[in-house]
C-alpha cells in the first residue's frame, strides 16, 4: 500500500476484558483465565486516542480496511498480508425499503471480500500479527468461512494452516481449504466438537490456535466495518443494526469500533442499537437473553444452513450480552425455512445472493417491525457477512 512508511499503528497493550489486566502486546498472547474465579475471557487491544489523528487522512488512502492503520494492531507495515479485504460496498434496499414502508434500508454487503465473507477481515490481521510475531504454524475450528480465510492468508503469509471443520459443512468450504494448502481435518459433530480437537492437537503440537475471540486480533479486523459503516454514512451511524450472530466477533468488534471513533473524536451522538440475529437450530445468545438458561455452557444445538450461526456456546458470551444490554438492542432467532425465504427475498427484489446467515436477517426485522421493536422511520442498516454461492448445494 501507498505511504506505508508513515503509517503508525497506535495501539498500546492488550487489556482482560474481564479484570482489565494488561497484556503486552509484542508477545503472543492468547485470552486471560482465572480458575479461582471460574472464568475465561478475551484479550482487547487499547490505543491511544489523546495523539490526535484527523480523520482527513483517510482522503489518500487505499480501499481496504489497512486504511485504518493507526487503529489497527500491526507494528510494522511490511507485516501486511492483505487479499484486498475490507471497504466493501454500503448498498440501498429500495425494492425492500418501499415494500415494508421503510425509510431508509441500508445493507453492507461482505460477500465481496476475499472467499465470499467477512471472515477474511479477522484472518488478515491475524496472519498479518502471527507474521509480525513469528508464529508459522497454526490450527482453527470452525463452522466454514473462517478456516477458508484463515488458510487463504496462511498461503499467502507461509504459514502453515490446520482447519478442523464439522463434516455436514458443503463441499466447496472443504475444497477451497485443501486448494489454499490447508490439513483439513473433517469432525463429526459442530463447531465446539472441533474446538475439543483443536485443544487436543495445539497441546501436543503447539499449533498457534486461532479460535474466535481466543486470538485477540481477529476481533480487530472485524471492527473495521464499524470504521467503514461511519465514513460511508459520512459519520452517522444508522438507528439499528441487525447482525447473524455466531461467535459474536462482529457483533463485539462494531461496539468496539464505535467507542474507538467516539474516543478519537470521529463521531459524536448516539450509537445504534445491536440486533443479534439467530437460527432456532442454534440460539443459545437468544435464550440467555431471554433467560431460558443460565448460560450457554451446554446448550444443546442443531446444525443449521446458516453453519456460521451454528455455534452453541460462544466464548465470549458475555461480551456479547453486555452489549446488547448497552445498546439497547436484542436478540431474535428465525427458523430454517424463514432463513431461506429471506435469502430468495434478497436475491428476486434486490439481486443479491446473500449466505443463509444475511438471509436470516430479513425475517428478524420483520418481526421486529411486527413487534414494534424497530420502527419504520428509522434508518436500519442489515450486515450481510457472506456469499450465497459457497452454500448453494444446500439451498434448495
Ligand atoms: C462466522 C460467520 C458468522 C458469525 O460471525 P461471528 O462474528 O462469529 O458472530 C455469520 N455469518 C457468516 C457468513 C459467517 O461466516
Known sequence: MENTMTLTSHVTHLECAISKKKFDNRQVQTFCSNEAEGWKAPL????????????EVLLDREASLWRYFEFLPVLDPANIVTLGEGMTPLLHLENLAKEFGINKLLLKDESLNPTGSFKARGQAVAVSKM?????????????????????????????EVTVVMPRLTPEIFKQECRYFGAELILVDGLINDCGKLVAEMKAENGYFDVSTMKEPYRLEGKKTMGFEIAEQ??????????????GGTGLIGLWKAFEEMKQAGWITGKFPRLVAVQTENCQPIVWSYEGKHKNASAYQAKPSMANGLAVPSP?????????????????????E????????TLSKREGLFVAPEGGALIPAMKKALENKWVSRDETILLLNTGSGYKYAENLL
Do not use: H
Open 337 to 344: 425455512q424463514e432463513l431461506l425465504d429471506g435469502v430468495k
Open 315 to 335: 466464548f465470549a458470551e458475555r461480551q456479547i450480552l453486555e452489549i446488547l444490554k448497552e445498546s439497547n438492542g436484542f436478540a431474535i432467532s428465525v427458523s
Open 233 to 246: 454514512m459520512n459519520w452517522e451511524l444508522p438507528d439499528v443494526i441487525f447482525y447473524p450472530t455466531g
Open 131 to 159: 507474521k509480525e510475531l513469528g508464529i508459522k504454524q497454526c490450527i482453527v475450528p470452525t463452522a466454514g468461512n473462517a478456516g477458508g480465510a484463515l488458510a487463504a492468508y496462511g498461503a499467502k503469509a507461509n504459514i
Open 44 to 55: 482487547f487491544a487499547k490505543y491511544d486516542f489523546l495523539n490526535y489523528v484527523d480523520k
